[in-house]
């Protein structure tokens, strides 16, 4: 690439046209269904986190014979019974082929063919011939076959994600391991001459507060990013922006990157995009904050889509582009549902931005679901962030009143639910 080119791709651009809030929310989400990452089969000890890649289904009856919910005896006919056998947990018992027998019997064991009824261990006796007595329950002491589910049933949807419960009830199911969507690979470039990336900050810099950040962001949003993805701060050039995001590009599915997304005198992203031949998937938002936010697709040599998301430069402002863009973005990539937002009731008043959406910094108080509005909220400050559990939504052309039920857009926890 000549300098003269370079110069020529560095010429401003038109300012771009915001779209709303909703509407670049459901571009991201769209652009990662289209896209969506490739499905692989993992170990149920390692699936945790992932995303299921197809239907759930058991593979036998659940359960897959009949067992005994109590400790007791499996009766056949009426009493007292003769005592033949004894099954526990794991065992196959003889059948009772003869009316007034019975079969020891714990919790969990398979019931024998032939039994009737379960008598419970703690309501039977003894007669004085040894045989055991007690009256029957009108309600079956077992758990039919198929009771919780049939072979083949669809129990959980693709698109879900992997936790606990689901391995759980994989496992159950009979499954050693589990299809599902890897996870997104990403990398983060910070863009800056300014930033400092230890000690504190004076004599004109300041402190790269992303770089750090916004890898155990996207790690909340199913990423893959680790320390050697991190680069930064990149040169405020073209040349080193063009080779950075290629670089980067070579092996991430998303490539965030930290500052950059105007139009100044050393903002290179949209032209190093441009070089690279990127088609803008959404390009400005009009949001307040962070507004300048943009995702852009980059087909790789191999026909497969990768993803850029320029994310604001100043802290606050990046982590609402991550909500407004990123999270939408992830989940299609994975093949998860768009996820909906929850309401909550303003406790306190929340301005208008006028013809913007405004995502004011929200702490909700679990016990009444009241959104209180948290203070030090500037694009550049991350004291409130740092208190918040998400952003109140107020829309366009509306003021957040005292009372009103308005949605949450909610900030990942460490376990990627609200905090």
């Not at 652009?31 to 995303?51: C, F, N, Q, Y």
């Not at 750090?212 to 405020?236: E, F, H, K, Q, S």
């Not at 052309?397 to 909610?410: D, R």
Request: glycine letters at 12%; proline letters at 11%; hydrophobic letters at 45%.
């Amino acid at each position: 690439m000549t300098a003269a080119k370079l110069r020529a791709d560095a010429a401003p651009a038109p300012a771009p046209t915001s779209v709303s809030w909703t509407e670049a929310r459901r571009r991201a989400y769209e652009a990662g269904t289209a896209a969506p990452l490739p499905i692989t089969e993992v170990a149920l000890a390692a699936a945790d986190g992932l995303t299921l890649a197809r239907p759930l289904t058991p593979l036998t009856d659940l359960p897959a014979f009949p067992t005994s919910s109590v400790d007791g005896f499996a009766v056949r006919g009426p009493g007292p019974w003769r005592v033949v056998g004894r099954v526990l947990a794991g065992g196959t018992p003889p059948a009772l082929v003869e009316d007034g027998t019975a079969v020891e019997i714990a919790t969990g064991a398979m019931l024998p063919d032939g039994a009737g009824a379960v008598l419970r261990v703690e309501e039977s006796g003894r007669t004085a011939d040894g045989r055991i007595s007690g009256r029957l329950r009108d309600t079956p002491e077992w758990r039919s076959a198929g009771e919780e589910a049939r072979a083949g049933e669809e129990l959980l949807p693709a698109g879900s994600p992997v936790d606990p419960a689901l391995i759980g009830l994989a496992a159950s199911c009979g499954y050693d391991r589990l299809p599902v969507r890897r996870a997104p690979r990403a990398g983060l470039l910070v863009f800056g001459d300014e930033l400092l990336t230890a000690g504190p900050p004076g004599a004109g810099r300041v402190r790269d507060a992303l770089g750090p950040a916004v890898p155990a962001w996207l790690r909340r949003y199913g990423c893959d990013i680790g320390p050697a993805d991190v680069i930064g701060p990149v040169a405020d050039t073209l040349p080193a922006h063009v080779e950075a995001l290629r670089s980067a590009l070579a092996d991430a599915d998303l490539v965030c990157t930290t500052g950059g997304t105007m139009h100044g005198p050393v903002d290179h992203l949209h032209p190093a995009l441009r070089e690279l031949g990127a088609e803008y998937v959404v390009n400005t938002v009009a949001v307040r904050p962070g507004f300048p936010m943009l995702v852009a697709r980059v087909t790789g040599r191999d026909g497969r889509d990768r993803f850029v998301a320029g994310l604001p430069g100043n802290p606050q402002s990046a982590i609402i582009a991550l909500v407004t863009l990123v999270a939408p973005l992830l989940a299609g990539l994975q093949g998860r549902a768009l996820p909906a937002l929850p309401a909550v009731t303003l406790a306190g008043p929340v301005p208008g931005r006028g013809d913007q959406t405004h995502l004011a910094l929200a702490r909700v108080d679990p016990r009444d679901n009241t959104a209180h509005p948290v203070r030090h909220v500037g694009s550049a400050m991350l004291r409130g962030l740092a208190l918040a559990d998400g952003f109140a939504l107020i829309a366009p052309h509306t003021q957040g009143v005292a009372g009103a039920s308005v949605p949450l857009v909610p900030l990942p926890s460490r376990q990627g639910t609200l905090r």
